[in-house]
């Protein structure tokens, strides 16, 4: 336990410095510039949703637009939208609410440019799967291959820790308050129905997603509006607490650890990257993957996933928090922990008999999906990296890793892990994202901007051998 929570400390350390103020800055001003360079896409997000229903016939690609917006969406509504959303009230105050939904809300352009050019400059094997993501747009965009190695390098080892750990720790920990199953056997069902799943590839993936990812959200919903309607009467106090709390140099209730402007922000935002994923450049592999005439159509379905991950689900789920912590002052104990798990537990335990089942099951689907859609991202990584050759040698890791994260007791350590990654993952990704900003805002404006979204591009998709 003691190597355990040495570890947990030199994550800690190292995320002092990658997620200090030059992060925040890199990461929001991208999201900030990008809004600005592609005309504020986000105003295209209703085109982009209806996108998201039609399909693209007789086009390049394996999985459909809405397969791809559906198997991006699995790992981004995970446990950052349970647990993630707690945590960030829990450490930084409510205020990282507020930076959380703003991180969302600027970061949809961001989810734009990253999917823009994922599939601008993905490649095909000779079997003829598609490949994509901030690797491709590296090497080929911007003649970088160095730093391509670096993303999909980092985007590999992340996918044990954002994608699995965290994950399974998660249903693990969720299962064993509620029952007296051990961890061990929590982990043992797991790596069966990863195995299951991940064998079938991206399509079988994509088909995983797109029956499970709506239900799943649909119904978390509904139970947080169960809820803001069961506190309505301090909703506004809420959003007033939430807005105060983001700019104040104290923390609104006495007992949270946050207590300054910066570390609302830190964890807002870091807590919003880790829910939506916009700049990290994950979510853009599963885009580089869909059947899409041009890569504008792709990427204004992609934009979508930030709008309903964080500014929708995540806002939701700040709003249960802080209005429960208002009506239920005597709990103060609770929030004094730190723990968000345990904020958002008691928030739902408000809702009679459903509200707690309805959690676990958000919990555990969240979490699972999470993971089948990571060992895609891990997947094409690797490829990248060595080739199919090592494939099955990842994928057995990534599952050990998933039974590890099951019965490690401390998830410090594997937040602390995922915060990390997250951020080297950024950096090269945000680099592509803005030196290729002007190709992007170019054919943004002749394919959006001029309506041509039903015009194929002229794309040249190069066949790469032993992919």
Request: net charge positive; with cysteine.
């Amino acid at each position: 336990m003691e190597i355990v929570d040495a570890v947990a400390g030199f994550f800690k350390e190292v995320n002092g410095y990658l997620w200090g103020i030059p992060m925040l800055v890199l990461l929001m001003g991208t999201h900030l510039f990008i809004t600005i360079r592609t005309g504020f896409i986000q105003r295209k997000l209703f085109k982009g949703i209806k996108l998201s229903f039609q399909a693209d016939s007789g086009t390049k690609g394996d999985i459909s637009q809405f397969g791809a917006l559906a198997t991006a969406l699995a790992p981004t509504i995970g446990t950052g939208n349970i647990i993630g959303v707690g945590t960030a009230i829990a450490m930084g105050g409510p205020g990282a609410v507020l930076w959380m939904w703003l991180t969302g809300v600027f970061g949809i352009a961001t989810k734009y440019a990253e999917s823009y050019i994922s599939v601008k400059y993905r490649v095909q094997t000779e079997s003829g799967t598609m490949l994509g993501g901030a690797m491709y747009a590296l090497e080929r965009g911007l003649k970088q291959k160095w730093l391509a190695v670096l993303f999909a390098l980092f985007t590999a080892i992340a996918a044990f820790g954002i994608g699995s750990m965290v994950q399974s720790n998660a249903v693990s920990t969720a299962v064993v308050e509620y029952t007296a199953v051990p961890p061990w056997v929590v982990g043992a069902v797991l790596v069966v129905l990863v195995g299951i799943v991940t064998i079938g590839g991206i399509k079988f993936i994509s088909r995983v997603c797109t029956k499970v990812v709506p239900v799943m959200a649909v119904l978390y919903v509904l139970g947080c509006l169960v809820i803001l309607v069961m506190n309505a009467q301090y909703l506004w106090d809420a959003v007033v607490i939430i807005c105060q709390s983001a700019f104040s140099p104290s923390s609104a209730f006495g007992g949270f650890i946050g207590s300054t402007i910066a570390i609302a922000a830190h964890y807002g935002v870091a807590r919003g990257v880790f829910s939506n994923e916009s700049g990290m450049g994950s979510a853009p592999i599963a885009a580089a993957a869909a059947r899409t005439k041009n890569p504008a159509r792709q990427a204004l379905v992609s934009m979508t996933g930030t709008f309903w991950d964080t500014v929708i689900i995540c806002l939701m789920t700040g709003l249960v928090l802080v209005t429960t912590i208002i009506a239920n002052p005597q709990l103060n104990e609770v929030f004094l922990s730190g723990k968000g798990d345990l904020l958002t537990k008691t928030a739902f335990g408000q809702i009679p008999v459903v509200g707690v089942p309805l959690l676990i099951f958000g919990l555990l689907t969240f979490a699972y999906t999470t993971i089948i859609g990571w060992s895609y991202y891990g997947d094409r990584a690797i490829t990248y990296l060595f080739g199919k050759k090592m494939l099955l040698p990842y994928r057995l890791i990534f599952i050990v890793t998933v039974f590890l994260g099951a019965v490690v007791g401390s998830i410090d350590l594997v937040w602390e892990m995922a915060d990390t990654f997250n951020a080297l993952m950024a950096i090269p990704n945000l680099i592509a994202v803005l030196a290729l900003s002007g190709l992007v805002w170019r054919e943004t404006k002749h394919f959006v901007y001029q309506d041509n979204l039903d015009e194929a591009a002229d794309q040249d998709i190069p066949i790469v051998a032993g992919k």
